[in-house]
Nanobody
Framework: VQLVESGGGLVQPGGSLRLSCAASGFTFSTYGLNWYRQAPGKERERVAGISSGGSYTNYVDSVKGRFTISRDNDKSTLYLQMNSLKPEDTAVYYC?????WGQGTQVTVSS
């Protein structure tokens, strides 16, 4: 199993980023997937989850209305569209499937 995140970077407050997670090594379309994040000095928290077909999604309260999780099963890729970013969104973001994790991508929100 391999999960490779990309799309992180430095963005000003109020800006947007789109994270991607390219997956391989398992039958992507049959599993629910998650995005997690970990800020310095804090525990890793689950940000969003999506069902195998993409019909069901859920979010931590702090990102509801700003973040959108989606997936392309034909491309075996998971996405996280992040809008109206805030400094408190600064963290390393991870793609998660079962007990597997990617290497993470850094998101920094700062002016």
């Amino acid at each position: 199993v391999q999960l490779v995140e990309s799309g992180g970077g430095l963005v000003q407050p109020g800006g947007s980023l789109r994270l991607s997670c390219a997956a391989s090594g398992f039958t992507f379309s049959t599993y629910g997937l998650n995005w997690y994040r970990q800020a310095p000095g804090k525990e890793r928290e689950r940000v969003a989850g999506i069902s195998s077909g993409g019909s069901y999604t859920n979010y931590v309260d702090s990102v509801k209305g700003r973040f959108t999780i989606s997936r392309d099963n034909d491309k075996s890729t998971l996405y996280l569209q992040m809008n109206s970013l805030k400094p408190e969104d600064t963290a390393v973001y991870y793609c998660n499937y079962a007990g597997y994790w990617g290497q993470g991508t850094q998101v920094t929100v700062s002016s």
